[in-house]
């Protein structure tokens, strides 16, 4: 007998809660931003916002459901369930945070402040929920599949994002490595960067298109559902060991990118988040490409 769906309402602390974590009350974080020239009402007025969308959702879950929620901070410990509708309550980032963890779930993406955040991942509105989840179960609503990008280490290491990989040094110092691409007839380049980036139709709205866009690149960025990916190094720095040849291109879905370590200690970490990151160290070898597994989410 199968069990009943699970909705796993994703949410993160909001910036008023911290403020207010911080400094003991609402009073002392209001003197705090006044002091920087900040008004508290606009940021207790988004927690409201934020709060109510959660609140709504919650109570549009149906009753045959079962329902549980997890903090941001949370999701690399939280055990989703193959039978789990995971709703993300918040902003775009939020989704690009849940979707590392996921194994096929499909997500529904609630904005909790439009006209403020872009909406291309949180699509739908609170109000929209108590339609929309018995929609998803049934299998009435449509699901785009988005492409995430995953990096190997040679050791078994494994780091998969919605959004980009980016691989360098902790701290953003100068990372030092040999990179090379799958087919390329072993073409190797030694380089020292501020580190390469690895992104997804997805991210095209975020980092990997600011990098994209300061390059000026007649490279065509990637739609969030096409098998492809873009990359690009960081301020490669040529010198007498290394070069500058191998500084930006294309990933089809069976391509990758190869670095392997010549530095004491590199990170690769995805959408931001530094905290869960590959630690890879002298002589190490981690290889970037499209990840098998994709995002479903509700269009």
Same mark, same amino acid.
């Given at each position: 007998?199968?069990?009943?769906p699970?909705?796993v309402?994703v949410?993160?602390?909001?910036?008023y /809660?911290?403020?207010?974590?911080?400094?003991?009350?609402h *009073?002392q974080?209001?003197?705090f931003?006044?002091?920087?020239?900040r008004?508290?009402?606009?940021?207790?007025?988004?927690h409201?916002r934020?709060r109510?969308?959660l609140?709504? $959702?919650?109570?549009?879950?149906?009753?045959?459901w079962?329902?549980t929620?997890v /903090? #941001?901070a949370d999701?690399?410990r939280?055990?989703?369930?193959?039978?789990d509708v995971v709703v993300v309550?918040g902003q775009?980032?939020?989704v690009?945070n %849940?979707a590392k963890?996921?194994?096929g779930q499909p997500?529904v993406g609630?904005?909790? !402040?439009?006209? #403020?955040?872009?909406g291309?991942?949180v699509?739908?509105r609170?109000t929209n929920a108590?339609?929309?989840?018995?929609? $998803?179960?049934a299998r009435g609503?449509?699901? !785009?599949e988005?492409?995430?990008?995953e990096a190997v280490? !040679?050791?078994?290491q494994r780091?998969?994002?919605?959004n980009e990989?980016?691989l *360098?040094a902790?701290?953003?110092?100068?990372?030092?490595?040999?990179l090379?691409?799958d087919?390329d007839g072993?073409?190797v380049? %030694?380089q020292?960067?501020s580190?390469?980036?690895?992104g997804?139709?997805?991210?095209?709205?975020?980092w990997?298109?600011s990098?994209?866009?300061?390059?000026s690149?007649s490279?065509?960025?990637p &739609?969030? &559902?096409?098998?492809?990916l873009l990359?690009?190094?960081?301020?490669?720095w040529? &010198?007498?060991?290394?070069?500058t040849?191998?500084?930006a291109?294309?990933?089809?879905a069976s391509?990758?990118? &190869?670095?392997t370590?010549?530095?004491?200690?590199?990170i690769?970490f995805? !959408?931001?988040?530094e905290?869960?990151?590959?630690?890879?160290?002298?002589?190490?070898?981690? #290889?970037?490409? $499209?990840?098998?597994?994709?995002?479903?989410?509700?269009?």
């Amino acid at each position: 007998m199968s069990r009943a769906p699970r909705a796993v309402l994703v949410h993160r602390t909001t910036e008023y /809660e911290e403020l207010v974590a911080r400094h003991g009350t609402h *009073g002392q974080a209001a003197f705090f931003l006044a002091s920087r020239g900040r008004d508290i009402d606009e940021v207790a007025a988004r927690h409201r916002r934020t709060r109510r969308a959660l609140a709504e $959702v919650a109570s549009a879950v149906p009753l045959t459901w079962r329902q549980t929620r997890v /903090e #941001r901070a949370d999701l690399d410990r939280f055990p989703f369930g193959p039978e789990d509708v995971v709703v993300v309550v918040g902003q775009d980032g939020l989704v690009a945070n %849940a979707a590392k963890y996921l194994a096929g779930q499909p997500v529904v993406g609630i904005d909790t !402040d439009p006209g #403020r955040n872009p909406g291309v991942l949180v699509r739908h509105r609170a109000t929209n929920a108590a339609v929309l989840l018995p929609a $998803v179960q049934a299998r009435g609503t449509g699901v !785009d599949e988005l492409t995430m990008v995953e990096a190997v280490a !040679d050791d078994t290491q494994r780091l998969v994002a919605l959004n980009e990989i980016y691989l *360098g040094a902790a701290g953003h110092q100068t990372a030092r490595y040999r990179l090379g691409l799958d087919g390329d007839g072993g073409v190797v380049e %030694a380089q020292a960067s501020s580190g390469v980036l690895v992104g997804t139709g997805a991210g095209a709205t975020g980092w990997l298109r600011s990098v994209w866009q300061e390059r000026s690149s007649s490279l065509a960025l990637p &739609s969030p &559902s096409e098998a492809r990916l873009l990359w690009f190094v960081r301020e490669a720095w040529p &010198s007498p060991a290394t070069g500058t040849s191998l500084v930006a291109g294309e990933l089809a879905a069976s391509a990758g990118l &190869s670095v392997t370590v010549e530095s004491d200690r590199l990170i690769a970490f995805g !959408d931001g988040i530094e905290s869960d990151a590959l630690e890879l160290t002298w002589g190490q070898t981690v #290889r970037i490409g $499209v990840c098998g597994e994709r995002l479903r989410l509700v269009g």
